[in-house]
Structures are given as structure tokens and as C-alpha cells.
């Protein structure tokens, strides 16, 4: 190359260089004024004394609730999707051993220092929970013996943990509900999200788990996944309805900044379908399911005609977590464990809990969450007594100002006893969910995930 041509490819490079740094500074205002904006306007709804912030603590709370469900996490998995935003790590089995012995240690010391309580449900989720094998079936006898079980047990499993083994031991445990992660039934699109079955075997496993005979079964599917046709969306809709399992989940991918597939995103200029796409594809599910026989059961959820039994993941109205990263929500506060593996051991070992950050809750921030979980149920009745709580919730009355809004905009009808969402309802609480909720777990999960003990989170 003469000197001529590589003045011209360094002047190129500098041009370049100076594109980049404008483009990210306009970035950079733009995602700071929203970022702003949108904490204004939480601020605004939470009113006074409300403060977004976990600080680290090193003992747990109860505030003496008699009846609440539980949450139990099992971290490991054999293989990390990208994509994932939840706290797992690859399985290990000496990892995999010490951690449930933590685990019934935990639910022990919970027990022994709040006493027993009303158990509504239990839900095991992960990573992957049937990686620990035998060790459910001895967390679920603990939790037996140490609480008063009142409700269902429900667990995630994926389509390769399926077994005849797996079935037995979920049977004997007394799970009666079971979620399945397909997450798609095209193998290209399997294979581009890194899930290491075919869609054949997902839907072997299936088929295995509606003949075992549970109350009730859902398959995850996910749309919105990077370059996803029209057609292979309607190929997995199709697929799913043919199964008739009693309840269809699809969740839009969404991507966490921390997340190995934003990564993969950038460097390979991979791009999501647009807001647009995005409605298109939910319409489509939302009237290929119903049409298939199908009713909405929050925003994400479709369950077989009124009489299947729902399949719920989140939205309980309280809860204590057991394991590494659990969240317990108790109404006054929140308390997270810490994210750490190992930490979590040491901890719960030392003390019986590994409890690392709180956040505070005034009864209009709680009042909120709550209103929050009825948008995502896509519900609200008119008036609602929160089962163990020392306040009731009136819809009209204490979100006067949102419902008028809601209405104002078709994106809620009024019903007899209640509000209900509209389709374009529901979609646009998927974008806003994505705007809030997603933003601030993005910020918390994603510090939790670096540091074992943060001294505060502020999100
Ligand atoms: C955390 S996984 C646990 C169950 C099991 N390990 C699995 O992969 O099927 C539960 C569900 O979360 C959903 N999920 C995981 N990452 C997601 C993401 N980035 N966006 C939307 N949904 C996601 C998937 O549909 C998955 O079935
Ligand atoms: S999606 Fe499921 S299998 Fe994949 S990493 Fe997350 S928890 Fe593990």
C-alpha cells in the first residue's frame, strides 16, 4: 500500500473513531434522561418515605406472617443458555451435594426461629432442579415436617430432564404441577439459542410428562428471538396447541444487559425484531391461542378453557425464598439472599441463613407491587381483602388516577366486579414491564450477581 492510500485508511479510522464517540454520547444522554424520567415518575406513584434502595443486612425478618408459599432455588445447570438471566452456574456434583444439605439447613433454621407457618404453595425453580436428583425428594419431606403444606408443588424442568426415573421421583415427592421449557420446536432456532435437545425430544418429553398424569402442565415457548420468521412463530404456536398441555406460557426474549446474548448481540450486530414485530408477534399468539381453545391467564399465559388449573411462577402474595438468590417478600420488606454459590454454603452453615440485602417497603409501595401483579394477572377485582395482610386493597379507590387512565386508553374494560385488561392492555404492560421492572432486576440482579455482599443497590 503506498502512503497516499494509508493517510486516506487512518483519516477513515479517525472519522470512524469520532462517529463512535458521538453516537455513544447521545446514547449515553438519552439513556440517562429516561433513566431519570422513569425514576421520577416511580417516585411520584410511591410517594413519600419511599426509597428504591437494598442495603446490606446479615440477619433475616419475618414480620410474623401466619400463612405465605414458598420459593426454593436450585442453581445448577449443565449447560448455561446465553441468553439466561438467572442466577445459575455450571453443575457440579460435590457443588451440587453441599448446596442441598444447605438448603434443608436453611428451611430448618427458618422454621426453628419463626415457628411453623401456612404453607399455599411451594414452587421449585432454577437453573435446573432436577439436577439434585434424590436430594428434592428430602427438601420436600423437610419442608413437610417443618410447615403446614396447604397447597401445591410445582417445579421447572427442562425437556431433557425427563426420565422415567425424573417422573417417578417427582410423583413420590407430591409435585402435582410441572412447567416444561421448550422454549421453541424449530431446531434451528434450539440451536441458535444454544438448548442442547431437538425439538423432537422436547416433544417426547412432553408427551411423557401430560401421560404421568399431573393437575396441571405448561410448556415455555419464547418469541422475539434474534432474526425468528413469521412462520416459525406460527410453526411453534401450532405445535404447542397440538400438544394440549393445560397451560401455554410465551415470553418475549428479553435481553439483560449483564446476559452473555447481549454480548453475542453487539459483536455480531444480531438484532431483535423491532416494537412493531414485537406487537405483531404477540397478536399473533394472542389470537392463535384463543382461538385454539385457549384463555388468557396473565399477560404471558394461556390456560385450556376455564376449567384447566392454572400454572403460576410469580404471582404469589407472599413468599419466602430458600436458596441462593431467593427473594422472601413479607409486605413491610424484601429480603434477598446473596447470589454466591459458595457464600450462600459458608453462610447458612455458620448462621442458618444467607440473607445479604433489603429493601424497605412503605403500605403505598406495597399497595403498588401489588397492583402490579394484578397487571400482570391482567385482572383487578374491585376489592380485595390480601389474605394475611393488615390492609385491603380497593381498586377503584386507591388507584383512582391509573384505572381512569387505563380505561381512557382501551387498555382495561370494567367488568362486573372488576377491572379486566384488553389485548392492547396487556401488550402495552409488557412494554412497560420492560421499561421498569426488567430495568431495576437488571440493576440488582446484575450487582448481586459481581458481589456476594453489596453494601447497597440503589435501583
Ligand atoms: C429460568 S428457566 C428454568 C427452567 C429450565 N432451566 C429451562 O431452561 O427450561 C425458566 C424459564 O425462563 C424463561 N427465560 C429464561 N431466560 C429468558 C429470557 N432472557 N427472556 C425471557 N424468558 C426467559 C424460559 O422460557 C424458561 O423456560
Ligand atoms: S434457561 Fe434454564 S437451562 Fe438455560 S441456563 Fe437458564 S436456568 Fe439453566
Redesign the pocket.
Known amino acids: 500500500m503506498n502512503s497516499a492510500k494509508v493517510k486516506i485508511k487512518i483519516v477513515d479510522f479517525a472519522v470512524y473513531l469520532r462517529k463512535l464517540y458521538f453516537m455513544n454520547l447521545f446514547k449515553n444522554t438519552i439513556e440517562s434522561v429516561s433513566e431519570k424520567f422513569l425514576r421520577g415518575v416511580r417516585q411520584a406513584m410511591s410517594g413519600r418515605g419511599a426509597d428504591y434502595t437494598f442495603r446490606r443486612v446479615n440477619s433475616q425478618m419475618s414480620s410474623g406472617i401466619a400463612e405465605t408459599s414458598v420459593y426454593v432455588h436450585i442453581p445448577f445447570?449443565l449447560s448455561?443458555?446465553p441468553y439466561?438471566p438467572?442466577n445459575?452456574i455450571p453443575y457440579e456434583k460435590d457443588a451440587s451435594n453441599r448446596y442441598m444439605k444447605a438448603l434443608k439447613k436453611e428451611i430448618e433454621s427458618y422454621s426453628e426461629r419463626f415457628g411453623s407457618k401456612k404453607i399455599s404453595s411451594v414452587y421449585f425453580g432454577?437453573?435446573?432442579p432436577l439436577l439434585a436428583g434424590k436430594n428434592i425428594y428430602e427438601i420436600v419431606k423437610t419442608l413437610k415436617e417443618r410447615f403446614d403444606i396447604t397447597g401445591d408443588f410445582c417445579i421447572e424442568a427442562?425437556p431433557n430432564d425427563i426420565t422415567d426415573e425424573s417422573i417417578a421421583l417427582l410423583k413420590e415427592s407430591g409435585f402435582s404441577s410441572i412447567s416444561i421449557?421448550a422454549q421453541s420446536f424449530d431446531d434451528n432456532l434450539l440451536k441458535s439459542i444454544g438448548r442442547k435437545y431437538t425439538a423432537k425430544e422436547a416433544e417426547k418429553a412432553i408427551d411423557k410428562v401430560m401421560k404421568a398424569g399431573f393437575d396441571s402442565v405448561n410448556i415455555d415457548i419464547l418469541f422475539a428471538l434474534p432474526q425468528e420468521t413469521k412462520s416459525q412463530l406460527k410453526y411453534d404456536i401450532e405445535k404447542a396447541l397440538s400438544l394440549g398441555t393445560s397451560q401455554i406460557t410465551t415470553y418475549p426474549l428479553f435481553t439483560f444487559p449483564y446476559s452473555e446474548i447481549s454480548n453475542f448481540k453487539r459483536i455480531k450486530r444480531v438484532k431483535s425484531p423491532s416494537v412493531m414485530k414485537r406487537r405483531n408477534m404477540y397478536f399473533q399468539i394472542y389470537d392463535s391461542l384463543e382461538n385454539g381453545g385457549y384463555e388468557r391467564c396473565s399477560v404471558w399465559s394461556f390456560k385450556k378453557g376455564k376449567e384447566a388449573k392454572r400454572y403460576s411462577s410469580v404471582t404469589r402474595e407472599r413468599y419466602i425464598g430458600f436458596g441462593a438468590s431467593s427473594g422472601s417478600y413479607y409486605e413491610t420488606h424484601f429480603d434477598l439472599n446473596t447470589f454466591s454459590v459458595e457464600e450462600y454454603i459458608r453462610s447458612v452453615g455458620k448462621k442458618g441463613n444467607a440473607v445479604a440485602l433489603r429493601v424497605n417497603f412503605t403500605k403505598k409501595m406495597s399497595k403498588l407491587y401489588d397492583f402490579y401483579w394484578r397487571l400482570y394477572d391482567t385482572y383487578f377485582p374491585m376489592k380485595r381483602n390480601l389474605a394475611y395482610s393488615s390492609y385491603s386493597i380497593n381498586t377503584d379507590k386507591d388507584f383512582t388516577f391509573y384505572m381512569k387512565v387505563l380505561l381512557y386508553l382501551r387498555w382495561a374494560e370494567r367488568e362486573k366486579d372488576g377491572f379486566s385488561l384488553t389485548r392492547e392492555g396487556s401488550l402495552w404492560v409488557h412494554f412497560l414491564q420492560n421499561l421498569m421492572s426488567l430495568r431495576a432486576i437488571s440493576i440488582v440482579w446484575g450487582e448481586a450477581k459481581k458481589n456476594p455482599r453489596p453494601d447497597k443497590i440503589e435501583f
Open positions: 445447570c448455561l443458555c439466561c438467572y445459575r432454577g437453573g435446573t427442562n421449557g
